[in-house]
Protein backbone atom coordinates (compact mmCIF):
# COMPACT_ATOMS: atom_id res chain seq x y z
CA UNK A 1 0.00 0.00 0.00
CA UNK A 2 2.79 2.47 0.96
CA UNK A 3 4.22 1.79 -2.49
CA UNK A 4 1.09 2.32 -4.16
CA UNK A 5 0.89 5.31 -2.60
CA UNK A 6 4.37 6.49 -3.25
CA UNK A 7 3.90 6.16 -6.67
CA UNK A 8 0.65 8.33 -7.61
CA UNK A 9 1.83 10.83 -4.78
CA UNK A 10 5.40 11.09 -7.04
CA UNK A 11 3.00 12.17 -9.68
CA UNK A 12 2.74 15.61 -8.41
CA UNK A 13 5.03 15.56 -5.49
CA UNK A 14 8.40 17.77 -7.63
CA UNK A 15 5.84 20.36 -8.30
CA UNK A 16 4.96 20.75 -4.77
CA UNK A 17 7.96 20.68 -3.77
CA UNK A 18 9.32 23.57 -5.98
CA UNK A 19 6.31 25.66 -5.27
CA UNK A 20 7.31 25.67 -1.11
CA UNK A 21 3.87 25.72 0.14
CA UNK A 22 4.27 27.89 3.61
CA UNK A 23 0.64 25.79 5.41
CA UNK A 24 -1.04 23.10 4.64
CA UNK A 25 -4.79 22.94 5.50
CA UNK A 26 -6.32 19.61 5.80
CA UNK A 27 -10.36 18.91 6.71
CA UNK A 28 -13.21 16.11 6.23
CA UNK A 29 -13.41 12.91 8.31
CA UNK A 30 -9.37 11.22 7.69
CA UNK A 31 -8.15 14.55 9.17
CA UNK A 32 -10.11 15.21 11.49
CA UNK A 33 -9.29 11.53 13.36
CA UNK A 34 -5.44 12.25 13.00
CA UNK A 35 -5.82 15.83 14.47
CA UNK A 36 -7.62 13.99 17.44
CA UNK A 37 -5.14 11.28 17.55
CA UNK A 38 -2.80 13.69 17.81
CA UNK A 39 -3.97 15.57 20.23
CA UNK A 40 -4.62 13.00 22.50
CA UNK A 41 -0.72 11.67 22.47
CA UNK A 42 0.71 15.13 22.27
CA UNK A 43 -1.92 17.17 24.77
CA UNK A 44 -2.25 19.93 22.03
CA UNK A 45 -3.66 22.64 22.80
CA UNK A 46 -6.69 22.68 20.36
CA UNK A 47 -8.08 19.20 19.05
CA UNK A 48 -10.11 21.47 16.82
CA UNK A 49 -7.96 23.41 15.11
CA UNK A 50 -4.99 21.37 15.75
CA UNK A 51 -1.14 20.99 14.29
CA UNK A 52 0.24 17.61 12.94
CA UNK A 53 3.87 18.03 12.41
CA UNK A 54 5.27 15.69 10.17
CA UNK A 55 7.39 13.78 12.75
CA UNK A 56 4.35 13.37 14.73
CA UNK A 57 2.47 12.18 10.92
CA UNK A 58 4.92 9.38 10.23
CA UNK A 59 5.05 8.08 14.34
CA UNK A 60 1.17 8.06 14.03
CA UNK A 61 1.06 6.38 11.15
CA UNK A 62 3.37 3.76 12.13
CA UNK A 63 1.35 3.01 15.41
CA UNK A 64 -1.54 2.85 13.36
CA UNK A 65 -0.50 0.15 11.28
CA UNK A 66 0.59 -2.04 14.49
CA UNK A 67 -2.68 -1.37 15.93
CA UNK A 68 -5.14 -4.28 16.39
CA UNK A 69 -8.68 -2.85 15.72
CA UNK A 70 -10.17 -2.96 19.13
CA UNK A 71 -7.25 -0.64 20.21
CA UNK A 72 -7.84 1.92 17.65
CA UNK A 73 -11.25 2.07 19.03
CA UNK A 74 -10.10 3.60 21.85
CA UNK A 75 -8.42 6.00 20.38
CA UNK A 76 -9.55 9.88 21.21
CA UNK A 77 -11.65 10.54 17.70
CA UNK A 78 -12.13 6.95 16.61
CA UNK A 79 -15.76 6.62 14.97
CA UNK A 80 -16.47 2.45 14.09
CA UNK A 81 -16.14 2.68 10.81
CA UNK A 82 -12.86 5.11 10.69
CA UNK A 83 -11.43 2.53 12.54
CA UNK A 84 -11.31 0.41 9.59
CA UNK A 85 -9.70 2.54 7.36
CA UNK A 86 -7.58 4.98 9.28
CA UNK A 87 -4.37 3.53 8.37
CA UNK A 88 -4.47 3.81 4.67
CA UNK A 89 -5.81 7.39 4.96
CA UNK A 90 -2.92 7.84 8.27
CA UNK A 91 -0.35 6.34 5.50
CA UNK A 92 -1.51 8.39 2.77
CA UNK A 93 -1.38 11.50 4.97
CA UNK A 94 2.00 10.31 6.37
CA UNK A 95 3.76 10.05 2.39
CA UNK A 96 2.26 13.55 1.56
CA UNK A 97 3.77 15.46 4.27
CA UNK A 98 7.54 13.18 3.33
CA UNK A 99 7.50 13.61 -0.31
CA UNK A 100 6.87 16.86 -0.47
CA UNK A 101 8.60 17.89 2.05
CA UNK A 102 6.09 19.44 3.94
CA UNK A 103 6.24 20.43 7.79
CA UNK A 104 2.78 19.44 8.97
CA UNK A 105 -0.91 20.68 8.50
CA UNK A 106 -3.51 21.66 10.04
CA UNK A 107 -6.71 20.55 10.54
CA UNK A 108 -9.32 22.55 9.55
CA UNK A 109 -13.58 21.99 10.95
CA UNK A 110 -14.37 23.54 7.73
CA UNK A 111 -14.65 21.51 4.36
CA UNK A 112 -15.73 22.01 0.89
CA UNK A 113 -19.48 22.14 1.61
CA UNK A 114 -18.74 25.10 3.28
CA UNK A 115 -17.10 26.64 0.73
CA UNK A 116 -19.91 25.91 -1.47
CA UNK A 117 -22.08 27.64 0.48
CA UNK A 118 -19.82 30.44 0.82
CA UNK A 119 -20.18 30.67 -3.06
CA UNK A 120 -23.09 30.28 -3.42
CA UNK A 121 -23.63 33.53 -0.66
CA UNK A 122 -21.24 35.57 -2.67
CA UNK A 123 -22.64 34.31 -6.34
CA UNK A 124 -26.32 35.64 -5.03
CA UNK A 125 -25.13 38.65 -3.22
CA UNK A 126 -21.78 40.50 -3.26
CA UNK A 127 -22.48 42.70 -0.47
CA UNK A 128 -21.96 39.77 1.98
CA UNK A 129 -18.92 39.04 3.95
CA UNK A 130 -18.09 35.90 1.57
CA UNK A 131 -19.06 37.91 -1.82
CA UNK A 132 -16.48 40.85 -0.46
CA UNK A 133 -13.73 38.29 -0.10
CA UNK A 134 -14.12 36.50 -3.30
CA UNK A 135 -14.11 39.80 -4.93
CA UNK A 136 -10.79 41.08 -3.06
CA UNK A 137 -9.19 37.17 -4.08
CA UNK A 138 -10.59 37.57 -7.65
CA UNK A 139 -8.88 41.37 -7.73
CA UNK A 140 -5.72 40.47 -5.98
CA UNK A 141 -4.76 37.62 -8.13
CA UNK A 142 -5.82 39.24 -11.51
CA UNK A 143 -2.83 41.99 -10.44
CA UNK A 144 -0.71 39.42 -9.62
CA UNK A 145 -0.98 37.41 -13.14
CA UNK A 146 -0.96 40.50 -14.78
CA UNK A 147 2.13 41.68 -12.82
CA UNK A 148 3.45 37.40 -13.80
CA UNK A 149 3.24 37.77 -16.81
CA UNK A 150 4.59 41.22 -17.84
CA UNK A 151 1.79 42.30 -19.03
CA UNK A 152 1.22 46.28 -19.18
CA UNK A 153 -1.17 47.14 -16.14
CA UNK A 154 -1.76 50.71 -17.09
CA UNK A 155 -3.04 49.17 -20.94
CA UNK A 156 -5.00 46.20 -18.99
CA UNK A 157 -6.94 48.80 -16.59
CA UNK A 158 -7.64 50.76 -19.62
CA UNK A 159 -9.18 48.11 -21.73
CA UNK A 160 -11.16 46.59 -18.98
CA UNK A 161 -12.86 49.76 -18.62
CA UNK A 162 -13.89 50.37 -21.76
CA UNK A 163 -15.12 46.55 -21.96
CA UNK A 164 -17.30 47.21 -18.40
CA UNK A 165 -18.67 50.40 -20.19
CA UNK A 166 -19.54 48.83 -23.42
CA UNK A 167 -21.06 45.83 -21.34
CA UNK A 168 -23.27 48.59 -19.53
CA UNK A 169 -24.09 50.54 -22.72
CA UNK A 170 -25.27 47.62 -24.90
CA UNK A 171 -26.38 45.81 -22.38
CA UNK A 172 -29.92 46.21 -23.93
CA UNK A 173 -28.34 44.71 -27.27
CA UNK A 174 -25.99 41.81 -25.96
CA UNK A 175 -28.29 40.91 -22.95
CA UNK A 176 -25.48 38.86 -21.43
CA UNK A 177 -26.37 37.56 -17.79
CA UNK A 178 -25.03 39.97 -15.09
CA UNK A 179 -22.10 37.71 -13.64
CA UNK A 180 -20.70 37.79 -17.23
CA UNK A 181 -19.35 41.10 -16.77
CA UNK A 182 -17.10 39.60 -14.40
CA UNK A 183 -15.94 37.26 -16.79
CA UNK A 184 -15.26 39.94 -19.51
CA UNK A 185 -13.67 42.32 -16.45
CA UNK A 186 -11.36 39.14 -15.90
CA UNK A 187 -10.58 38.53 -19.83
CA UNK A 188 -9.88 41.86 -20.44
CA UNK A 189 -7.19 42.20 -17.65
CA UNK A 190 -5.09 38.79 -18.97
CA UNK A 191 -5.53 38.93 -22.85
CA UNK A 192 -2.29 39.80 -23.47
CA UNK A 193 -0.76 36.60 -21.35
CA UNK A 194 -0.18 34.48 -24.33
CA UNK A 195 2.94 36.72 -25.60
CA UNK A 196 4.76 36.02 -22.76
CA UNK A 197 5.20 32.30 -23.99
CA UNK A 198 5.42 33.38 -27.86
CA UNK A 199 3.80 36.01 -30.01
CA UNK A 200 3.32 33.01 -32.61
CA UNK A 201 -0.30 31.74 -31.78
CA UNK A 202 -0.53 34.00 -28.69
CA UNK A 203 -4.17 33.93 -28.74
CA UNK A 204 -4.24 30.01 -28.28
CA UNK A 205 -1.43 30.76 -25.58
CA UNK A 206 -3.43 33.04 -23.56
CA UNK A 207 -6.31 30.70 -23.48
CA UNK A 208 -4.53 27.37 -22.50
CA UNK A 209 -3.11 30.01 -19.65
CA UNK A 210 -6.11 31.00 -18.31
CA UNK A 211 -7.87 28.26 -18.60
CA UNK A 212 -5.11 25.85 -16.53
CA UNK A 213 -3.93 28.88 -14.20
CA UNK A 214 -5.07 28.82 -10.62
CA UNK A 215 -6.26 32.33 -10.76
CA UNK A 216 -8.29 32.66 -6.99
CA UNK A 217 -11.73 32.84 -6.78
CA UNK A 218 -12.45 31.72 -9.79
CA UNK A 219 -13.93 27.86 -10.32
CA UNK A 220 -12.72 25.89 -13.39
CA UNK A 221 -15.81 25.98 -15.60
CA UNK A 222 -15.59 29.95 -14.37
CA UNK A 223 -11.58 30.21 -15.89
CA UNK A 224 -12.61 28.69 -19.26
CA UNK A 225 -15.50 31.18 -19.84
CA UNK A 226 -12.91 33.67 -18.88
CA UNK A 227 -10.12 32.13 -21.49
CA UNK A 228 -12.68 31.54 -24.13
CA UNK A 229 -13.70 35.27 -24.25
CA UNK A 230 -9.87 36.23 -24.36
CA UNK A 231 -9.26 33.29 -26.93
CA UNK A 232 -11.16 35.07 -30.09
CA UNK A 233 -9.03 38.84 -30.50
CA UNK A 234 -6.87 37.46 -33.84
CA UNK A 235 -8.13 36.45 -37.24
CA UNK A 236 -10.27 33.42 -36.03
CA UNK A 237 -13.89 33.72 -34.85
CA UNK A 238 -15.57 31.55 -31.93
CA UNK A 239 -17.46 28.36 -34.19
CA UNK A 240 -19.27 25.55 -32.61
CA UNK A 241 -16.29 23.19 -33.59
CA UNK A 242 -13.69 25.27 -31.96
CA UNK A 243 -12.57 22.95 -28.93
CA UNK A 244 -12.58 25.93 -26.46
CA UNK A 245 -16.26 26.35 -27.53
CA UNK A 246 -17.10 22.72 -27.36
CA UNK A 247 -16.35 22.57 -23.78
CA UNK A 248 -18.46 25.18 -22.69
CA UNK A 249 -22.33 24.14 -21.74
CA UNK A 250 -24.44 25.52 -24.84
CA UNK A 251 -25.84 28.48 -22.95
CA UNK A 252 -22.26 29.69 -22.82
CA UNK A 253 -21.44 28.53 -26.14
CA UNK A 254 -23.80 31.54 -27.15
CA UNK A 255 -23.35 34.28 -24.96
CA UNK A 256 -18.91 33.83 -24.83
CA UNK A 257 -19.01 34.97 -28.61
CA UNK A 258 -20.87 38.57 -27.24
CA UNK A 259 -18.77 38.96 -25.01
CA UNK A 260 -15.56 38.06 -26.77
CA UNK A 261 -16.76 40.77 -29.45
CA UNK A 262 -17.31 43.41 -26.46
CA UNK A 263 -13.55 42.66 -26.06
CA UNK A 264 -12.35 42.98 -29.55
CA UNK A 265 -14.22 46.40 -29.40
CA UNK A 266 -12.71 47.52 -25.72
CA UNK A 267 -8.91 46.49 -27.22
CA UNK A 268 -9.97 49.03 -30.48
CA UNK A 269 -10.65 51.52 -28.32
CA UNK A 270 -7.10 51.31 -27.08
CA UNK A 271 -5.39 50.17 -30.11
CA UNK A 272 -3.06 53.08 -30.22
CA UNK A 273 -1.68 52.49 -26.30
CA UNK A 274 -1.36 56.25 -25.54
CA UNK A 275 -5.11 56.71 -24.05
CA UNK A 276 -5.74 58.99 -26.99
CA UNK A 277 -9.43 58.30 -26.59
CA UNK A 278 -10.54 60.21 -23.78
CA UNK A 279 -14.00 59.08 -23.94
CA UNK A 280 -16.23 56.73 -26.04
CA UNK A 281 -20.21 56.86 -25.95
CA UNK A 282 -22.19 54.77 -26.54
CA UNK A 283 -25.27 55.22 -28.46
CA UNK A 284 -28.15 52.96 -29.80
CA UNK A 285 -31.14 54.03 -31.93
CA UNK A 286 -32.89 52.79 -34.52
CA UNK A 287 -31.43 49.62 -34.95
CA UNK A 288 -28.30 51.43 -35.23
CA UNK A 289 -25.29 51.47 -32.86
CA UNK A 290 -22.52 54.36 -32.99
CA UNK A 291 -19.85 55.08 -30.88
CA UNK A 292 -18.51 58.44 -30.66
CA UNK A 293 -14.84 59.26 -29.66
CA UNK A 294 -13.81 62.26 -27.49
CA UNK A 295 -9.84 62.48 -28.26
CA UNK A 296 -7.22 63.71 -25.87
CA UNK A 297 -6.12 67.64 -26.68
CA UNK A 298 -3.89 67.11 -29.51
CA UNK A 299 -3.93 63.49 -30.18
CA UNK A 300 -5.71 61.34 -33.18
CA UNK A 301 -7.88 58.71 -33.13
CA UNK A 302 -7.82 57.68 -36.40
CA UNK A 303 -6.34 54.35 -35.59
CA UNK A 304 -8.96 53.54 -32.92
CA UNK A 305 -11.61 54.50 -35.62
CA UNK A 306 -10.03 52.37 -38.08
CA UNK A 307 -10.15 49.11 -35.54
CA UNK A 308 -13.92 50.09 -34.52
CA UNK A 309 -14.70 50.12 -38.06
CA UNK A 310 -13.19 46.70 -38.41
CA UNK A 311 -15.15 45.04 -35.99
CA UNK A 312 -18.52 46.52 -38.00
CA UNK A 313 -19.43 42.91 -40.21
CA UNK A 314 -18.81 40.69 -37.37
CA UNK A 315 -20.96 43.09 -35.01
CA UNK A 316 -23.76 43.24 -37.98
CA UNK A 317 -23.85 39.25 -38.10
CA UNK A 318 -23.83 38.89 -33.92
CA UNK A 319 -26.25 41.53 -33.19
CA UNK A 320 -28.00 42.21 -35.92
CA UNK A 321 -27.08 45.93 -35.86
CA UNK A 322 -25.06 48.54 -37.80
CA UNK A 323 -21.98 49.91 -35.99
CA UNK A 324 -20.38 52.80 -36.83
CA UNK A 325 -17.89 55.15 -34.99
CA UNK A 326 -17.05 58.79 -34.75
CA UNK A 327 -14.80 61.68 -33.47
CA UNK A 328 -16.68 64.40 -31.38
Known amino acids: MRGF ?56 AKMLARLPVEKRRQLSGM ?37 L ?23 DSLRAAVEHYHIDMDHALQVRESAMNLFSALRSIHRLPPEYGEWLSAAAMLYEVG ?3 NRNGRHRHTYYIIANSEILGYTPQQRRIIAAIARYLGKSRP ?20 ASLLLRLARALNLGRTGAVQQARVFSRNGAVNVRLHAKPRSSVDLELWAVEKEKNYFRELFGRELSAATV
Open 5 to 60: VEREIGRISGRIVRARPKAVIATSGTAAALAAVCHGLYKTKDSRASTVSRAQMRRI
Open 79 to 115: GPRRVEIIIAGAVVYAELLELCRLRGFRYSPLGLRDG
Open 117 to 139: LAQMAADYDRSTKSGKQIESERW
Open 195 to 197: DYV
Open 239 to 258: SSGDAPIKSLPPADRESVPK
